[in-house]
């Protein structure tokens, strides 16, 4: 499992990280965390999972993972099968993709199965306490309204809610998103007590993704 603090970027099905560009924001990643030392992820659509897996060396995530077994399941993202591309693990409830919390609670059972770490998204202090008890390997805070933003963060706006979040964790690290674009968001976050940070927009929109990237990891 990835050492805190943590930065992964999610690389969602922007037009700028899907197929070969997926690799190459892949490399970048890669590139910094050797240059800088930072534990640093990137959590890939499913179609590059494997192309991802051959070229680069930093820890890789599925975005989403269904809650099913081997079987008669076709069009499902199965857990085993995100395992055998060399990821070590996958989102799961991220707001662009919820789950029903049954549905959650077995998606998180078939991915522990499979040996996959869990970052199980949360939208308020709330989900925080109550996804706590599934254990996941980390908790991601992130309210809705905030994500995409270029105007707010999670960190300005809702800095109460981030230390709540901690306190609610149950000891489980908390990753900070929604909005983060700033050293500033970065070392306030830090400073409320999280664990690292699940960004998107930030990097993946960036003109110049690499300097950006070396610029908010700077703060840790």
Same mark, same amino acid.
């Given at each position: 499992?990835?050492?805190?603090?943590?930065?992964?970027?999610?690389?969602?099905?922007?037009?700028?990280?899907?197929?070969?560009?997926a690799?190459?924001?892949?490399?970048?990643?890669?590139?910094?965390?050797?240059?800088?030392?930072?534990?640093?992820?990137?959590?890939v659509?499913?179609?590059?999972?494997?192309?991802?897996?051959?070229?680069?060396?930093?820890?890789?995530?599925?975005?989403?993972?269904?809650?099913?077994?081997?079987?008669?399941?076709?069009?499902?993202l199965?857990?085993?099968?995100?395992?055998?591309?060399?990821?070590?693990?996958?989102?799961?409830?991220?707001?662009?993709?919820?789950?029903?919390?049954?549905?959650?609670q077995?998606?998180?059972?078939?991915?522990?199965?499979?040996?996959?770490?869990?970052?199980?998204?949360?939208?308020?202090?709330?989900?925080?306490?109550?996804?706590?008890?599934?254990?996941?390997?980390?908790?991601?805070?992130?309210?809705?309204?905030?994500?995409?933003?270029?105007?707010?963060?999670?960190?300005?706006?809702?800095?109460?809610?981030?230390?709540?979040?901690?306190?609610?964790?149950?000891?489980?690290?908390? @990753? !900070?998103?929604?909005?983060i674009?700033s050293?500033? &968001?970065?070392?306030?976050? #830090?400073?409320?007590?999280? =664990?690292? *940070? @699940? !960004?998107?927009?930030?990097?993946t929109?960036?003109? &110049?993704?690499?300097?950006? #990237?070396?610029?908010?990891? =700077?703060? *840790?």
């Amino acid at each position: 499992m990835m050492s805190c603090p943590i930065w992964i970027t999610n690389f969602k099905t922007y037009e700028q990280c899907v197929g070969k560009k997926a690799l190459e924001l892949a490399k970048i990643h890669e590139k910094v965390a050797l240059e800088t030392g930072v534990s640093i992820g990137i959590a890939v659509n499913a179609f590059d999972l494997f192309r991802v897996a051959q070229e680069v060396k930093i820890p890789f995530f599925a975005q989403h993972c269904d809650p099913v077994d081997y079987g008669a399941h076709t069009g499902h993202l199965l857990a085993q099968s995100i395992k055998k591309t060399g990821a070590i693990g996958t989102l799961l409830n991220h707001s662009e993709r919820r789950l029903s919390f049954a549905d959650l609670q077995d998606s998180e059972v078939c991915a522990r199965k499979a040996s996959l770490t869990r970052v199980v998204c949360a939208e308020d202090p709330q989900e925080i306490e109550k996804f706590a008890w599934l254990n996941p390997d980390f908790l991601a805070f992130e309210p809705p309204e905030l994500i995409g933003s270029s105007t707010a963060s999670v960190s300005t706006s809702k800095p109460e809610s981030i230390a709540e979040s901690v306190s609610l964790s149950r000891g489980i690290p908390v @990753l !900070v998103g929604a909005g983060i674009q700033s050293v500033a &968001d970065v070392k306030i976050a #830090l400073e409320l007590g999280a =664990s690292g *940070f @699940l !960004v998107a927009s930030a990097i993946t929109k960036a003109e &110049d993704p690499e300097a950006t #990237l070396r610029e908010l990891v =700077s703060a *840790f």
